[in-house]
C-alpha cells in the first residue's frame, strides 16, 4: 500500500511539472505494439522470483503535441519455482491488464524524444501452482520510461520500460496470504500515427541570402545546421566589407531558430549560428574584440508560426553594424 501510494503520488506530482515542461511533438491519434522481456515476482510469497518471462502490449492513444493520452491492453506470462514443501513446484503465472496512461513527451533533438509518465487500470493473474489453476484481480499501476527515435513522418521507433504492479492478490494455492505481483518490462516497440502533420503554411522557397538595406544584413542556414553556405559566407563578407569603409566601432551577431524542437536545443543552436557568424568576420579582418553574439532560439521568428515548424526564413544570423 505504501508504494502504491509514493508511485501514484509521485505520478501526479510529475504530472503537474512535466505538463509546464513538455515539447511539441507528434499530433492525432495513434496505436502503438511492443514486445519484450518481463522481469516479475510475487512479492509476499516465499522464493518468490520467477524466471525472466516475455510480454506484449498494444496501445491506441492521442497525442496533443507534448502529451498523449492512451488505452493500453497487456499481456505478460512467466513461470519460475517456488518452493512450497518437498519437491520445489512449478509455478506459470499468465497476467492480463487494462491501463490508461498519461505521458509527457521531452524533444531531446528534433528527432529523438524522451517520455514519461504512468498509468492505472486493472490487472487479472492467473497462478498454475503444479497444475492447480487459480486467479484473482486487483488494482494495477505502473511508471513508464521510454525513448523514441522519429523514422517517419508519421512512425517512431521506441524502447521503453514499465514498472508494474497489481496489489493484493488471494489465490487457494496460498491463500490466506495476500501478495502483489511486481514486475520490470522491457520493449521494443513502433508507434504509428493515423494522419499526417498537419502541413505548415505555405513556406516561401529557400532565400538566396542577400544583405538587408542600411547597415543591416540577414544570413540564412539550413534545417539544424551552424555552418555557413557559400552564399551565407558571401553575405558575411558584404557586412566586414561595410565595417570596414565605414566609422562603425561595434557589431552585434544575433542567432535565431524556427521552431523545431525544444526550447533549450534551439537555444543552443542559435548561439551556435551567432559564433560561426563571428568567427567568420574575425577571418574576414572585423577585430574579435568589436563583435559580440547572442542566440534568441525560436523566441523571435521573422516569419510567425505555429510549434515545430521548418520556416527556413526563421533559420537566421542577423549582422548590425553599430
Not at 97 to 105: E, I, P, Q
Not at 179 to 196: M, N, Q, V
Request: without cysteine; negative net charge; hydrophobic residues 40%.
Amino acid at each position: 500500500m505504501r508504494m502504491r501510494s509514493l508511485i501514484l503520488g509521485s505520478v501526479a506530482a510529475f504530472a503537474f511539472s512535466a505538463a509546464a515542461h513538455a515539447t511539441d511533438g507528434k499530433e492525432g491519434w495513434y496505436l502503438g505494439l511492443e514486445g519484450g522481456a518481463n522481469f516479475a515476482e510475487l512479492d509476499g510469497i516465499t522464493g518468490e522470483d520467477l524466471d525472466t518471462g516475455y510480454a506484449g502490449l498494444g496501445t491506441v492513444g492521442y497525442g496533443f503535441g507534448g502529451a498523449r493520452l492512451e488505452l493500453e491492453l497487456g499481456g505478460r506470462w512467466d513461470e519460475g519455482d517456488i518452493p512450497g514443501g518437498t519437491p520445489t513446484n512449478d509455478t506459470d503465472v499468465q497476467t492480463l491488464s487494462a491501463m490508461a496512461n498519461l505521458l509527457f513527451d521531452f524533444a531531446l533533438t528534433p528527432y529523438l524524444d524522451l517520455s514519461l509518465g504512468g498509468g492505472i487500470g486493472h490487472g487479472q493473474v492467473e497462478v498454475d501452482y503444479s497444475g492447480i489453476e487459480d486467479d484473482d484481480g486487483g488494482l494495477a499501476y505502473q511508471g513508464i520510461a521510454q525513448l523514441a527515435l522519429s523514422v517517419g513522418e508519421q512512425t517512431d521507433l521506441f524502447a521503453g520500460y514499465r514498472y508494474f504492479v497489481v496489489e493484493d492478490l488471494v489465490t487457494a494455492q496460498f491463500s490466506p496470504a495476500e501478495f502483489d505481483y511486481e514486475t520490470h518490462t522491457a520493449t521494443i516497440g513502433l508507434r504509428y500515427y493515423l494522419s499526417p502533420p498537419v502541413a505548415p503554411v505555405a513556406a516561401a522557397p529557400a532565400p538566396v541570402a542577400e544583405a538587408a538595406p542600411a547597415q543591416s544584413f540577414i544570413v540564412f542556414f539550413d534545417f539544424n545546421k551552424s555552418n555557413l553556405t557559400p552564399e551565407a559566407d558571401a553575405v558575411v563578407a558584404e557586412a566586414a566589407a561595410a565595417f570596414a569603409a565605414g566609422s562603425n566601432v561595434s557589431v552585434s551577431v544575433v542567432g535565431h531558430t524556427d521552431t523545431v524542437g525544444s526550447a533549450g536545443y534551439n537555444q543552443g543552436l542559435s548561439e551556435r549560428r551567432a559564433a560561426s557568424v563571428a568567427a567568420s568576420l574575425v577571418d574576414k579582418g572585423v577585430p574579435a574584440g568589436a563583435i559580440t553574439t547572442t542566440g534568441k532560439g525560436f523566441s523571435e521568428p521573422l516569419v510567425p508560426t505555429g510549434p515545430g515548424v521548418r520556416e527556413p526564413q526563421n533559420r537566421r544570423a542577423t549582422i548590425e553594424l553599430q
